[in-house]
């Protein structure tokens, strides 16, 4: 059993297809065959900005190549929020559309494998990726999949239904096996932490280095963790107290807003914040010879002055996707290198997401930016033990 290969092939599989005859038992339906395999399963649906809430949808099916989940725990994330205020930019480009399940930050169980998949897959815990590629094209040929023009993303693009569900379809060749020290919340903090550890390594930072990381979302917090555990000296600005008093718990004492920053150089600023304003910002505080490293999206397009980064010998890189650094975040955390679960604000029910996607501060939630759902809980059953804004 292998992590997800370069290239994953996204396109093939039966996602929808489900027994006809049913008879309720318990929260699922269960159809009338002797395997009592479920028929419909609880879903958020987001039928448009705004809109939807917990329908019954039909339970995956795996088809060749796939595998189903049955989904352990999800993240909220920043790209959810987009969708449910409509400002995603795949909805103007025709790359997703309404209804929509989301979910991308996810673990479970697999309960099912199709056709030509390894049966030890079966009763597994794990992740997987979010892009999947075609695996046919150049970029795929090439491992990078993430850069597929024709991909699917999960719970994102392409109409491949996202984890905020009780059971979720995805190709077995994306899984990546969780070991028993990864538990729930930290198996759906894979994803963001992948992102995360791909933005520290583009700051190519280590012992000696003074890095700047704008914005302290969940990916800010993550990539700052990162660059902690490589020798970097990491200092971090937001705009909110309670979010850099927050940081502060976590160890990462050199907080500070715009005004109170330090007029100190930085070898690295990597840039998680999503206003427009930032990156050229954050190029005025570069030490000549230094890395702009950019992974939050802003709704508008950002000027850089380009004569900035000749005249300074900058690199400026970007980042998408935890793709090729997602069995490296599975072992970090399994080695307790970064310990990411303080960032969990709370733990909520599906009959809760509708509130938690309007930005609602959940009662009794935790001051850490991530809200994490359990497909399996009912309403309002809020839990810190894992101890939220989003990103």
Not at 321 to 328: F, I, K
Not at 363 to 380: C, L
Request: some cysteine.
């Amino acid at each position: 059993m292998t992590g997800a290969p370069r290239c994953v092939t996204a396109r093939r599989g039966a996602a929808g297809r489900a027994p006809t005859a049913a008879a309720t038992v318990g929260r699922v339906e269960r159809a009338d065959t002797s395997d009592g395999r479920p028929v419909t399963m609880r879903a958020h649906v987001l039928t448009g900005p705004g809109g939807g809430g917990v329908q019954r949808v039909p339970v995956p099916v795996a088809g060749p190549g796939e595998v189903v989940v049955e989904v352990e725990r999800v993240g909220v994330c920043g790209t959810d929020l987009e969708f449910a205020t409509g400002e995603m930019a795949y909805l103007r480009t025709g790359h997703a559309g309404y209804p929509v399940r989301l979910g991308h930050e996810w673990c479970g169980t697999v309960v099912e494998v199709g056709a030509g998949v390894d049966p030890a897959w079966r009763g597994r815990r794990t992740t997987g990726d979010t892009m999947l590629g075609c695996g046919a094209c150049r970029r795929c040929l090439r491992g990078r999949q993430h850069l597929c023009e024709d991909r699917q993303e999960v719970g994102i693009r392409g109409g491949r239904h996202g984890a905020l569900a009780e059971r979720l379809a995805v190709p077995a060749s994306s899984l990546h096996a969780l070991p028993d020290t990864v538990d729930a919340a930290l198996g759906a903090l894979v994803e963001p932490g992948g992102n995360a550890l791909r933005a520290a390594r583009a700051a190519a930072a280590g012992p000696g280095d003074r890095v700047l990381v704008v914005g302290p979302g969940t990916i800010g917090l993550l990539t700052a963790l990162f660059l902690r555990v490589a020798g970097a000296e990491v200092h971090l600005v937001g705009v909110t107290e309670g979010s850099l008093a927050f940081a502060r718990t976590l160890g990462l004492q050199r907080t500070w807003t715009e005004q109170s920053l330090p007029e100190v150089p930085f070898d690295a600023v990597v840039d998680c914040a999503t206003a427009a304003r930032t990156p050229a910002r954050a190029l005025e505080l570069l030490e000549p010879g230094g890395r702009l490293v950019c992974i939050g999206i802003a709704a508008t397009p950002s000027t850089v002055d380009t004569r900035h980064l000749v005249l300074g010998d900058v690199t400026a890189v970007g980042v998408l996707s935890a793709s090729p650094v997602l069995a490296d975040v599975v072992g970090a955390y399994a080695r307790g290198d970064v310990d990411p679960r303080p960032l969990v604000a709370a733990v909520v029910g599906l009959d809760d997401v509708a509130a938690v996607l309007t930005g609602q501060r959940l009662p009794g939630a935790g001051p850490g930016p991530k809200v994490q759902v359990d497909p399996r809980r009912g309403s309002q059953h809020h839990d810190r033990r894992d101890s939220g804004g989003l990103q």
